[in-house]
């Protein structure tokens, strides 16, 4: 390998486009490195679990073609990246990890999918998911288990795991996912890179579907994975933007990030909560950087917290979820819910009860829990007037071992305390349930060596604002660490 070369994997994405562009390096050597880390190291991480490397290497051979005739392809000119299982890429399958969309061959591209390619990237393969993209792991029947990059006992989170863990392992130069769980931040807290979760209705969902045509759901978005917070900044701004029929009527101004220096950010320290408390080196982690922040002149507060009740607005969160995701239910499905519901007691306030609930929510209740929600986003309005970030944990712990057991068994056990699977919705929901705009930091691993991430939430559409400020922590705190048993070539 020449020196060139040498953990060129680990770049970002926005040097390594530089580098092809500078004639640093070409698209076709950057891509077969890419191939051929995949070939040697995915077995047991198991990742990239759909391969179109001959595609790769023609579109890497054409943009290389382009940059000798004088024409650049866009600000990815030549980069290999891959992209989540879930999103629409021609000529591979699209199953979101379900055996009955097994042979679900896309014949196009999908929209994102689109967009990155005009912006010159081409596709390495499509990452892993957990079933139906429902889990804070990812396996399923046909693709199998995801496995960390620092320890591959362990998950790389979900339902972006595969996206998460590519990148930190130096299969690909950018990575794309969809949150409506933490989908793509708990992965990037878990694998230790960023991930943005954008403000909702920015991004298109379109090309990230199952079925073409459906119309875009409650809570979920699209956005971009990366080894950099310039990176997430530059995805956005090729993600976003209006579909076809929207761009006739209105396009997207996003306020550019009004501070360029830490001193000048008003950040709030929410390091962990009765409602679901976290192990203790995230919650020191959270409480470091304020130190931090505080001695480079920035105003912190540790106490500062938006008015709603957070025990309502977590169980509106939760109802407004569950409608979402067994909207695709069947009728015997939704007939057999219902039976169950009408025997359970209206006090059960368990997780079970809760999602039986909200999976026969009628329309009426929808409305009264959006109407709830209006009034929580009211209240962050407010907040967002007197601070622009939230610091604050998005899982409890580090990445946990593989548990493929039934959900309803599923504990996790953190600082000694026994918690509900699905507990690990509360700070992920924050941002969610309010459309809010989110990016997961990586802060360093822990001594088990595994990685550490926090999230910076901020105001409605301040998506380059939140994504700034990680830019600017990683001064301080350093940002992407490889794994060091893949950091050798």
Avoid at 87 to 114: C, I, K, S
Avoid at 162 to 182: K, N, R, Y
Avoid at 210 to 238: F, M
Avoid at 442 to 456: C, D, E, F, I, Y
């Amino acid at each position: 390998m020449t020196d060139a070369m040498k953990n060129i994997e680990f770049q970002s994405a926005t040097e390594l486009a530089r580098l092809i562009k500078s004639g640093g390096v070409s698209s076709v050597a950057l891509t077969e490195h890419y191939i051929d880390r995949i070939q040697r190291f995915d077995g047991e991480i198991n990742a990239v679990v759909v391969r179109t490397f001959e595609a790769a290497r023609k579109a890497a051979q054409q943009a290389d073609e382009a940059l000798a005739e004088g024409r650049d392809l866009g600000p990815l000119h030549g980069l290999p990246m891959t992209i989540k299982e879930s999103y629409v890429l021609e000529d591979t399958p699209t199953t979101w990890g379900l055996e009955a969309f097994r042979e679900n061959l896309a014949t196009t591209d999908g929209l994102a999918v689109a967009r990155f390619k005009q912006a010159g990237a081409h596709f390495l393969g499509k990452t892993n998911v957990p079933v139906d993209l429902a889990d804070f792991q990812s396996y399923n029947p046909i693709y199998g288990t995801t496995g960390n990059p620092f320890d591959v006992t362990r998950t790389p989170g979900g339902s972006s795991g595969g996206s998460a863990a590519a990148l930190a392992a130096g299969f690909s130069g950018l990575e794309a996912g969809s949150d409506i769980g933490g989908s793509i931040r708990n992965p990037a807290h878990f694998c230790g890179v960023y991930g943005h979760k954008p403000t909702y209705g920015i991004v298109p969902m379109q090309g990230h579907e199952l079925v073409p045509g459906l119309a875009q759901g409650d809570l979920a978005v699209c956005g971009p994975l990366a080894r950099s917070a310039e990176d997430l900044s530059l995805a956005l701004s090729i993600m976003a933007g209006p579909a076809a029929r929207q761009g006739t009527g209105w396009q997207l101004a996003l306020p550019a990030a009004k501070h360029q220096r830490l001193k000048d950010f008003r950040v709030v320290i929410w390091a962990t909560d009765d409602l679901a408390p976290v192990a203790p080196i995230v919650e020191e982690r959270a409480l470091d950087l304020g130190a931090r922040l505080a001695a480079a002149g920035a105003t912190v507060s540790y106490t500062a917290r938006p008015n709603f009740d957070l025990e309502a607005g977590h169980q509106n969160y939760r109802t407004l979820l569950n409608a979402a995701m067994t909207a695709g239910m069947d009728r015997a499905q939704v007939a057999r819910l219902m039976e169950r519901v009408a025997h359970l007691d209206p006090m059960d306030q368990s997780e079970d009860a809760i999602n039986a609930r909200a999976a026969v929510l009628p329309h009426r209740e929808w409305l009264r829990a959006n109407h709830r929600r209006e009034a929580i986003r009211a209240a962050w309005d407010q907040f967002f007037g007197d601070w622009d970030i939230v610091v604050c944990p998005q899982m409890a712990s580090t990445a946990f071992p593989h548990d493929q057991g039934p959900f309803g068994q599923r504990r996790l056990i953190t600082d000694g305390i026994d918690q509900p699977y699905f507990e690990q919705l509360f700070w992920a929901g924050l941002a969610i349930n309010a459309y809010l705009p989110s990016t997961v930091f990586p802060t360093g691993l822990a001594s088990n060596g595994l990685p550490v991430g926090l999230q910076a939430i901020g105001g409605p559409f301040q998506d380059h604002l939140t994504i700034e400020f990680t830019r600017q922590v990683a001064d301080v705190l350093g940002g992407f660490v490889p794994p060091p048993r893949l950091s050798e070539s």
